[in-house]
């Protein structure tokens, strides 16, 4: 299974980007996807999450200015962020849970990582 992320890049203050992470492989179905980043000098901080349960969660720094969305056909999910900061400059990682088989517990795997910069 591999998690194929697009969408990063340099953006200005204030404004908007939507990151891409897609699912491939042998999957059987995907559980839930998240995304997290990893800013210079902090640990890796969650962004946002679409549970098993359907529930959609953000972390306080993004709430209200972020949707993440999933497009479950295509095992892709979105997030798109609008009115960026500098504190939005990181690395942003994709995540999922993902039952290969059906009869096996899932597994966590990773995107490779993509880099969004806020910067005028």
């Known amino acids: 299974v591999h998690l194929v992320e697009s969408g990063g890049g340099l953006v200005q203050p204030g404004g908007s980007l939507t990151l891409s992470c897609t699912a491939t492989?042998?999957?059987?179905?995907?559980?839930?996807m998240g995304w997290y980043r990893h800013a210079p000098g902090k640990g890796l901080e969650l962004v946002a999450q679409i549970t098993s349960g359907g529930s959609t969660n953000y972390a306080a720094s993004v709430k209200g200015r972020s949707t993440f969305s999933r497009y479950h056909a295509r095992n892709t999910a979105y997030l798109q962020m609008n009115n960026l900061n500098f504190d939005d400059t990181a690395v942003y990682f994709c995540?999922?849970?993902?039952?290969?088989?059906?009869?096996?517990?899932?597994?966590?795997?990773w995107g490779q990582g993509n880099q969004v910069t806020v910067s005028s």
């Open positions: 492989g042998s999957i059987f179905r995907v559980v839930a």
């Open positions: 995540s999922s849970h993902v039952f290969t088989a059906a009869a096996d517990p899932s597994s966590l795997f």
